[in-house]
């Protein structure tokens, strides 16, 4: 791979007779754009004397037309007028085979790199990177945790549906989010855990028990486990609604009787405590219900291509480590008893606004935010990770609020400081069949591939060497993974995510589809070509002074930078609408005339090839996604 001294050998064996000053925050082993901009701020300090650091922060990326920007002021110059300035350098810019004549634009000074040079310099550079280009050196990039220097362990908690309980838009985004997070992770070196963490604990799960003995039938749960505890559940739940809603037109019709519990909430409590107090009989149901869970999303997370490390689960989280929690909530003085419940105090201690949450529920058994908080511990021990990221709904804002504050205040506060709770906004167009009792995972990747096995009927030319050499359900499981994954992907987090399975099979509009069309466009005329390193040198580029051509490799040279940014923010849209921009341009330079051949005419052009395959087959793993390849 290229060195420093490699990066500098190979400008010289380009004739650049330039040498590169290196800025400390230049990362010119992982970003090329960084060659340009270290060698411009190098002429900058030459011509005007300016201060090296403020040369190099003045040069931006243009808004407009142009590859970099110099945004004059920036160079902090005493007693000159801006325009004088600009008009100055215009005049004394040195010629270099890097840039063309600079472009006189009010205050600033508009360059524009000389589109020959580029293939020459950044060629070479994708091919030597391949698998890694787009990847930074230098890890500190997160901004809340600035301490984290280089890549280290990190778990990425995602999807955690909930045993027996519906799979909504809020585990989908999770899970589509979450993938994405742990692929870039991974992409940046990290040593990544993928966890799950199953809803397989709590009153609901006492719920699910008590209708198990009424409705529950293992024929029925060995058939299609998911559907089965679903409709065991919806009936269980109905029951109790109905015996609550009796009980309180009793109550209101006789003030003076007592409300009696239903008899199913009493034995919803009453089953749950038997399993929190390790009943064998409990949990032997239990952990029926658990397999089943685990064993199906199993199988449907990988027509999504993603697989957990784990599957832990709140029920996972031992009875000793919550003890252990609240006796030092005791001792800071944050645990307060209130209605024979326990809850943590956190006003008290300075939290301005927020209430005191429950921790204990007054018949004993444990709450969702104990259990959260125990488990963070018990990873620490567990995994000694450098960071946790919690991909979950904004609607738990509060709840992981109170999660990292009840670690500061039991004295925690460096390990609240490596967790992140990564959230999203809202969804629409997700909604369960009228007779289906309830919506799953299945439901949702079924409805999606019966999108996709219409698209390849109506279109029986697209994808069509593809159809030859691959199984026909694994070019659908891939469309269908593509097709749902991108929607989600291409927006940001924060907006509200619209399901709509006729968006995502079609051609005319930027989808995971026609990501995987261009892929495989780009792939196939790359079938069978070996470039020799050697032979490229002596290569002719001149096809790129075309437009078409050079306006392409100003996107690829961009490509480490868009990462970086995605990175720091986790925002999947960043890349994923970078993407097509680079494949929209595909159209003007993917001709259909076959090239294969490696004549001294096309080795560049192909090599030019190889280099947008590179980048997006990395810029697409991503993000979570599988490019599409004949075997
Ligand atoms: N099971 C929860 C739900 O469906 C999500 C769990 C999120 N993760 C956590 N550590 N609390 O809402």
Known sequence: TLTLDGIQALLKHLNLEETIASFAVADIKSNPLDIYQCRLAEILVRLTNCEEQAAYDSILLPNESGDLTVVVPRLRLQNIKPREVVADLKQKFPPSPLFANP?????????????????????????????????????????AHESISVPQKVIVEFCSPNVGKEFDG????????????????????????RMNFLGDWGRHIGLLAAGWSRFGSEELLKKNPLRHLLDVFVQVNDLLRHEQEEAKSRSSQDQENVVEHSTTSTEKDELFRRLEDGDPDALAIWTMFREACVTSYTDLYARLNIKF????????????????????????????????????????HGY?????????????????????????????????????????????????????????????????????????GKFQGLSPRPDSGGLLLSDILDQCQGAFEEFLKDNPGDFAELREELATSKLLDNLTASGLMTQELSIKRGSTFTYDTAKMADMNSDTGLTLQYWFTKVDSKLKGVRIVHEELDNADYSIFTEDAFSDILRLLIQFPGIVKSSFKNLESSTIVTYLFQLTDALDGVLGDEEEAECSNLNLAKLAFFECVRQTLENGMQMVGLVPLRAE
Not at 413 to 419: E, I
Request: charged letters at 25%; proline letters at 1%.
């Open 103 to 143: 472009i006189d634009d009010g205050i600033n000074l508009r360059l524009w790199f000389s589109p020959v040079t580029l293939a020459r310099l950044l060629i070479p550079y994708i091919r030597d990177r391949g698998a890694s280009y787009g990847k930074s050196q230098s890890a500190d990039l997160s901004e």
């Open 170 to 193: 809020n585990h989908l985004r999770s899970t589509v989010i979450g993938a994405y997070i742990a692929s870039i992770y991974q992409f940046m070196g990290w040593d990544v855990c």
């Open 309 to 348: 490390d784990h599957y832990s689960g709140e029920s996972e989280v031992e009875a000793k480590t919550i003890v252990e929690v609240e006796e030092i909530l005791k001792e800071k003085d944050a645990y307060m008893e209130s209605d024979g419940a326990w809850v943590i105090d956190f006003e008290k």
């Open 352 to 424: 301005k606004g927020q209430r005191a949450a429950i921790a204990r529920f007054s018949n004993g058994s444990t709450s969702y935010l104990l259990r959260d908080i125990a488990a963070v511990l018990e990873r620490r021990n567990r995994y000694s990770f450098d960071k946790m990221i919690y991909v979950v709904s904004a609607k738990q804002d509060t709840h992981f609020r109170q999660v990292f504050n009840a670690l500061e205040l039991m004295g925690h506060a460096q390990l609240a400081s490596k967790l992140q709770h990564v959230s999203f």
